[in-house]
């Protein structure tokens, strides 16, 4: 990818006189974390695509409001929820558009893409991997540009991804089980 630029109008003292523009370039990034799943990789995929999951693996770090109750990411669904950090803290809107879907074995995926808050770009996609029978290989990748705080949003992105994921295995754990 190729780095961006923007521009910082930089002003003495606050109200003071400009001292003039600095640019600052920003480079994308991405975070990719795996796990597997004693789960069919369909019946993953058919869970990634429901509300009720999203609410599931982010709760505790992050909390949603005002998303549809009828929401499933499906191809071409755009979809707007208000983010909570800790589920407590009101941070900014977090928008989203479903761009890209496959369903077709032995590979499944759902891709996602839009702003929100500091972060300018944000391309994640979710696959799920036929393993054999009962296991499929899960992957969580973000490519993420936030201005000007893309360390600190990859860093975030990482601990999220495997907190997320311990979710995911522990709700795959409760199905295989039973």
């Known amino acids: ?15 003071g006189r400009w001292l003039g523009l600095v640019s600052v370039r920003t480079v994308p990034s991405s975070v990719s974390v795996r796990t597997e799943f004693p789960i069919e990789a ?13 609410l599931y693996v982010t709760r505790g770090p992050m909390r949603f409001t005002g998303i ?5 990411f499906e191809l071409g669904v755009k979809f707007s929820a208000r983010m909570w950090f800790l589920s407590v803290i009101p941070a900014w809107r977090h928008h989203g558009d479903v761009t890209g879907f496959t ?13 929100g808050g500091p ?5 994640h996609t979710l696959t799920f991997e036929e393993r054999g ?6 992957t969580d990748t973000i490519g993420i540009e936030s ?5 600190p949003t990859r860093i975030f992105a ?3 991804f495997h907190y997320r994921q311990s979710r995911w295995r522990k709700l795959t754990k409760g199905i295989s089980d039973s």
């Open 1 to 15: 990818m190729v780095p961006t630029c923007f521009q910082i109008a930089i002003r003495a003292g606050g109200w």
């Open 42 to 54: 369909r019946r993953a995929y058919e869970l990634a695509q429901t509300r009720e999951l999203f």
């Open 68 to 72: 549809p109750e009828d929401l499933r």
């Open 103 to 115: 369903d077709t074995p032995p590979r499944f995926e759902i891709q996602t893409n839009g702003p």
């Open 119 to 123: 972060v300018k770009t944000r391309n």
């Open 133 to 138: 029978p009962d296991h499929c290989l899960y």
């Open 147 to 151: 201005i000007p705080f893309t360390l």
């Open 158 to 160: 990482n601990r999220f």
